[in-house]
Nanobody, 116 residues
């Protein structure tokens, strides 16, 4: 079955960096686009960054452009989110997502807290 397992979250000070990872299994990773979402307390889940199956196309939310970088390693079935210059407003649970045959699959999420 499809599994997405996020890791790499934690507590970081403003201006710091974190790298999130999402290990995928149960589907053909190399032909699937991947997306990172986040959900802050009391807010709706929002798209953070998306990457095409081959990694050649990426899209970012305006709020993270220039600070976050999405990438993937198809040999390792893993997608990454490098987050730099973190701000308190980046605090959220970050989720990995893929859509297969119009059905959304989600990981369990990883908490990112940006605080001094």
């Amino acid at each position: 079955q499809v599994q997405l397992v996020e890791s790499g979250g934690g507590l970081v000070q403003p201006g710091g960096s974190l790298r999130l990872s999402c290990a995928a299994s149960g589907f053909t990773f190399s032909t699937s686009g991947m997306t990172w979402y986040r959900q802050a307390p009391g807010k709706e889940r929002e798209l953070v960054a998306r990457i095409s199956s081959g990694g050649g196309r990426t899209n970012y939310a305006d709020s993270v452009k220039g600070r976050f970088t999405i990438s993937r390693d198809n040999a390792k079935n893993t997608v990454y989110l490098q987050m730099n210059s973190l701000k308190p407003e980046d605090t959220a649970v970050y989720y990995c997502n893929t859509k297969l045959f119009l059905y959304d699959y989600w990981g369990q999420g990883t908490q990112v807290t940006v605080s001094s």
